[in-house]
């Protein structure tokens, strides 16, 4: 399983860190990853991260602003969000193993970031 923790309110400019804990979940040869779904849009990926290289992608609009990162030993991975914008208030989901037969999403957390 994926449990999500870090999201809240946030003014315009603030910063929040997003973590993702697995359990259970065989993620090693593959990448994990965050999405976001703003209310009344469709799902979209937020950016990804290879456990085994650490190479990361990202949406454009959050390339800059965004960071993910990865511990190993506590098999979480964490979104660094800096200089957040309105547009970026969303509910958050880590899910994985991108790539296997079978992808776990997370509960979601909820990131307001006002104006």
């Known amino acids: 399983q994926l449990v999500e923790s870090g999201g809240g309110s946030v003014q315009a400019g603030g910063s929040l860190r997003l973590s993702c804990a697995a359990s259970g979940l065989i993620i090693s040869d593959y990448s994990m990853g965050w999405f976001r779904r703003a209310p009344g849009k469709e799902r979209e990926f937020v950016g990804s991260?290879?456990?085994?290289?650490?190479?990361?992608y990202y949406l454009d609009s959050v390339k800059g602003r965004f960071t993910i990162s990865r511990d190993s030993a506590k098999n979480t991975v964490y979104l660094q969000m800096n200089s957040l914008k309105p547009e970026d208030t969303a509910d958050y989901y880590c899910a994985g193993p991108l790539g296997s037969s079978e992808i776990t999403w997370g509960q979601g957390t909820q990131v307001t970031v006002s104006a």
């Open positions: 991260i290879s456990w085994t290289t650490g190479n990361t």
